[in-house]
Nanobody, 119 residues
Framework: QVQLVESGGGLVQPGGSLRLSCAASGFVFSRYLMGWYRQAPGKQREFVARITPFGYSLYADSVKGRFTTSRDDATNTVYLQMSTLKPADTAVYYC?????????????WGQGTQVTVSS
């Protein structure tokens, strides 16, 4: 079955950087739409970024220009490079996988990794 394992979260100061990883298994990774979502305390889970099987990416306005997502189909891993982090970026970050051909929500989720931006 689909398994997604996020890693790379932690505590970082405002303006700092982190790279999240999501290791995938149990499915044909190269054919899936991979996404990143986040959930802050008391808020709904929200879209952060996604990358298509062809490598096209899309970002939420709140992270555009600061975050970059990429994928390595050889290692079944998707990444989220986060730069110029702000306290508002504090959240649990989740990896998401949606299957072809329709890529419909909700897809499959990882367990999440905590990112805390604080001085």
């Amino acid at each position: 079955q689909v398994q997604l394992v996020e890693s790379g979260g932690g505590l970082v100061q405002p303006g700092g950087s982190l790279r999240l990883s999501c290791a995938a298994s149990g499915f044909v990774f190269s054919r899936y739409l991979m996404g990143w979502y986040r959930q802050a305390p008391g808020k709904q889970r929200e879209f952060v970024a996604r990358i298509t099987p062809f490598g096209y990416s899309l970002y939420a306005d709140s992270v555009k220009g600061r975050f970059t997502t990429s994928r390595d189909d050889a290692t079944n891993t998707v990444y989220l490079q986060m730069s110029t982090l702000k306290p508002a970026d504090t959240a649990v970050y989740y990896c998401n996988a949606r299957s072809p051909p329709t890529y419909l929500a909700p897809g499959s989720w990882g367990q999440g990794t905590q990112v805390t931006v604080s001085s």
